[in-house]
């Protein structure tokens, strides 16, 4: 690692960490160049050490010393080190946790190799929202699931704010996108997964009354509209957590918590 000062935050070598506000920038910049941000020491840490290829660091001086051990690890790479003014100025806003590391992203897996020894495994279907993505990955790691699938629509898990609320579990939680939406499910029965569908319909099995198999897939549906009709009928069983006070659902993120404590091994 070595240092660079700057002080001017057009300097063109800063241009990973630009307003890192405006997702959709984000979004295409990232894809573009095949990078990711991690934020807050935590965070740089644990891609670090989960082997993401560092690209760059952006810090206020006095965040060196703390990452001393990380930035020795990282290789030759840059550390653009700047008054906190100028890292708000081209992020756009004040970075609490101090430090910023642009890290390389890694092909995805093969479906067949993610599920090869799992047993338990979350396939979030098109959630769009990046907190609820990063908290479902948290809740998989912390709650022993093998693994989480993605629909080819999911919101991504290496956007910065799902790398956040996650704590990091998007490094250690094998995952993986389902290449074809229409056959996400079969694709993992075939795979030798009873698959459930996790569903606030009235019909559907009481959570606490489903014996779970060794190998089981829970199906997660979107935000507002929940599971796909397709998925739905794909799956071999739905299953519901009950409501009270005429709620009608919890938020994804909650439902995939719960579901993940009832169902564990
Ligand atoms: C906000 S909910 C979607 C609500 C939508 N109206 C529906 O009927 O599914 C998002 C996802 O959270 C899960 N979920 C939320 N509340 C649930 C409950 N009470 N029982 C089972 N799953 C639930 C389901 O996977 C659902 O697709």
């Not at 506000?21 to 160049?33: K, Y």
């Not at 642009?102 to 338990?120: D, G, K, Q, Y």
């Not at 060794?214 to 199906?219: E, I, Q, W």
């Not at 507002?224 to 005429?246: C, H």
Request: glycine share 6%; aromatic share 8%; proline share 5%.
């Amino acid at each position: 690692m070595y240092t660079v000062h700057i002080d001017d935050p057009g300097d063109a070598r800063l241009a990973d960490y630009v307003s890192l506000r405006d997702v959709q920038l984000r979004t295409s910049l990232e894809a573009e160049h095949g990078l990711f941000l991690a934020e807050g020491e935590k965070v740089i840490r644990r891609a670090v050490e989960a082997g993401y290829e560092v690209r760059s660091f952006l810090m206020a001086p006095k965040w060196l010393d703390t990452l001393a051990d990380v930035l020795e690890t990282a290789g030759d790479v840059p550390c653009y080190v700047a008054p906190e003014s100028v890292v708000e100025q081209v992020t756009g806003f004040h970075v609490h946790r101090g430090a910023l590391a642009s890290l390389c992203r890694t092909p995805m897996p093969a479906l067949e190799s993610v599920l090869e020894h799992a047993e338990r495994v979350v396939i979030l279907e098109d959630l769009v929202d990046h907190t609820n993505v990063g908290a479902a990955f948290r809740s998989a790691a912390a709650l022993g699931w093998d693994a989480v699938l993605l629909s080819p629509r999911c919101a991504d898990p290496l956007y910065r704010r799902s790398i956040k609320v996650s704590m990091g579990s998007v490094f250690t939680v094998p995952y993986t996108r389902i290449e074809h939406w229409y056959d996400g499910p079969g694709t993992v029965r075939a795979a030798g997964f009873e698959v459930f569908a996790l569903t606030p319909a009235a019909d559907a099995v009481d959570l606490a009354e489903v014996e779970a198999p060794r190998r089981m897939a829970l199906l997660v549906g979107t935000e507002g509209e929940g599971l796909s009709q397709r998925w739905i009928r794909e799956a071999d069983q739905r299953v519901r957590i009950p409501m009270w006070s005429g709620v009608e659902s919890l938020n994804v993120a909650a439902a995939t918590a719960v579901a993940c404590y009832a169902l564990r091994r």
